[in-house]
Antibody
Framework: QLQLQESGPGLVKSSETLSLTCAVSGGSISSSSYYWGWIRQPPGKGLEWIGRIFYSGSTYYNPSLKSRVTISVDTSKNQFSLKLSSVTATDTAVYYC????????????????WGQGTTVTVFS | QSALTQPASVSGSPGQSITISCTGT?????????VSWYQQHPGKAPKLIIYEVSNRPSGVSNRFSGSKSGNTASLTISGLQAEDEADYYCSSYTGSSTYVFGTGTQVTVL
């Protein structure tokens, strides 16, 4: 059974870079049918799609975050990562990683496997 | 890229049916078939319940159904049960391989 697990610092200082990793187990990240994405949820608020990556390294970002976001993949470690630069208090959120189906998957466009989420707080 | 619009809250009694709307534009909901719905219980990760407008992943109750008309997608929960009390989010492809979520709807079972 595929599982995703986020990891990284729970506290990040304002203006610095937030870095998180999502470890994939029970399956290969090098699937041609799925993308690997990041989603966040500020306290008491809704979900925000941050971006996604294909195993080949192709990336796609939310236009509102594009200038600060970098998503990368390490197929040898079966994991992918998120970097968000110049963080402020508004970046405080629970960050989720998720598998997102491509057109040839069983759930095209759907995010069908999620990590448990990790809380990141930006402090000054 | 603006969030899709959902009602803040919807309620219903056990056994009833409720419908949650998700309104976007011709550049997202109206333009593509990649509309999904997610259920999120407090403190938990979201769960995919509908993909491609109206398809249910394996294991999801057939009490959940989805549809789309123009720029508005809808999620219907029939035979409402106490366990359906949760937040629900729609999501849509927006072109250029990017996605957007809805504002979220809190469902209360009376």
């Amino acid at each position: 059974q595929l599982q995703l697990q986020e990891s990284g610092p729970g506290l990040v200082k304002s203006s610095e870079t937030l870095s998180l990793t999502c470890a994939v187990s029970g399956g290969s990240i090098s699937s041609s049918s799925y993308y690997w994405g990041w989603i966040r949820q500020p306290p008491g608020k809704g979900l925000e799609w941050i971006g996604r990556i294909f195993y080949s390294g192709s990336t796609y970002y939310n236009p509102s975050l594009k200038s600060r976001v970098t998503i990368s993949v390490d197929t040898s470690k079966n994991q992918f990562s998120l970097k968000l630069s110049s963080v402020t208090a508004t970046d405080t959120a629970v960050y989720y990683c998720a598998r997102q189906g491509g057109a040839s998957s069983t759930v095209p466009g759907g995010m069908d496997v999620w990590g448990q989420g990790t809380t990141v707080t930006v402090f000054s | 890229q603006s969030a899709l619009t959902q009602p803040a809250s919807v309620s219903g009694s056990p056994g009833q049916s409720i419908t949650i709307s998700c309104t976007g534009t011709s550049s997202d909901v109206g333009g593509y078939k990649y509309v999904s719905w997610y259920q999120q219980h407090p403190g938990k990760a979201p769960k995919l319940i509908i993909y491609e407008v109206s398809n249910r992943p394996s294991g999801v109750s057939n009490r959940f159904s989805g549809s789309k008309s123009g720029n508005t997608a809808s999620l219907t929960i029939s035979g409402l049960q106490a366990e359906d009390e949760a937040d629900y989010y729609c999501s849509s492809y927006t072109g250029s391989s990017t996605y957007v979520f809805g504002t979220g709807t809190q469902v209360t079972v009376l």
